[in-house]
């Protein structure tokens, strides 16, 4: 049996930390929403067989973008946090998909994704027995903080990685290790932490650094400028 492949972009938080009143995902990016540019390079991706974006309750921007009628592309309700919407999008894919298909966790907020990262990872990973994720090593010193944001140490940055995504696990995999990472209240704030606790060990791909999640107001500017550098824009 050919092993699928398909995609979950997590699209229903509020960005509380960009500050604006439109929530990130919905923000104009060189005249396209940010979603929009993350669902294309999904949606244009021949092995991708079809992506389920998990969207709030209150979300009145989706129908607007160009993806909302497309073939492609399904509805999940959004959770309360993450590892919710993902775990929704997942039963989504039940009935379409087998258990040993692969799934492809995307920030929506992550618009800068480059196709040769995404085929690393899939060509990578698409006989590994775990699965794993996109990342890069950290590129500066790294400290932990302590009282009133004064230093407590200095750790050792040579093992840390930055992860990104997608995430990419087998749907039946990720499925259970999400359900019970949300048994023992696990908030999980990311897919390979739930693979983890499993006591599996995710691989890192590394890929670019400009595979910048938009988090606050300057990263917006800065994803434009990938964008260009990239030449998609
Ligand atoms: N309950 C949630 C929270 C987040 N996300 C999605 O998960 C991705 C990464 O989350 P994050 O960057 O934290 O987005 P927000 O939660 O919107 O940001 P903030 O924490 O600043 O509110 C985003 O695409 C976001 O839309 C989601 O689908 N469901
Ligand atoms: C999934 C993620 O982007 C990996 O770095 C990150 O964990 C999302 O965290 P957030 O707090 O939901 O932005």
């Not at 497309?70 to 993450?82: D, S």
């Not at 590892?83 to 040993?100: I, P």
């Not at 093992?159 to 995504?165: D, E, I, P, Q, V």
Request: proline share 4%; charged share 25%; hydrophobic share 40%.
């Amino acid at each position: 049996m050919t092993t699928g492949f398909w995609a979950v972009l997590p699209a229903a938080g509020v960005g509380r930390r960009m500050g604006s009143t439109v929530p990130k995902q919905y923000l104009e990016l060189a005249g396209r929403a940010v979603i929009e540019h993350t669902l294309e390079g999904f949606v244009s991706h021949a092995r991708i067989q079809g992506v389920v974006v998990a969207l709030g309750a209150e979300d009145g921007y989706w129908d607007t973008t160009a993806y909302a009628a497309h073939p492609k592309v399904l509805r999940a309700p959004g959770g309360a946090e993450r590892c919710h919407s993902v775990l929704n999008a997942l039963s989504v894919l039940e009935d379409r998909a087998n258990e040993d298909d692969w799934v492809l966790v995307h920030d929506a907020a992550r618009p800068c994704l480059r196709r040769s990262d995404l085929d690393r990872l899939i060509d990578s990973l698409c006989e590994d027995s775990v699965g794993g994720l996109l990342g890069i090593p950290v590129r500066d010193t790294m400290k932990r903080a302590g009282d009133g944001e004064r230093i407590d140490a200095t750790v050792d940055r040579s093992s840390l990685w930055h992860a990104y995504t997608p995430q990419m696990f087998r749907l039946g995999l990720l499925r259970r290790a999400l359900h019970e990472a949300l048994e023992a209240n696990d908030l999980v704030t990311d897919d390979a932490s739930a693979i983890e606790r499993l006591g599996l060990a995710p691989r890192l791909i590394e890929g670019h650094a400009d595979n910048l999640k938009i988090t606050r107001a300057e990263d917006l500017p800065l994803a434009q400028f990938y964008l260009q550098q990239q030449g998609r824009i």
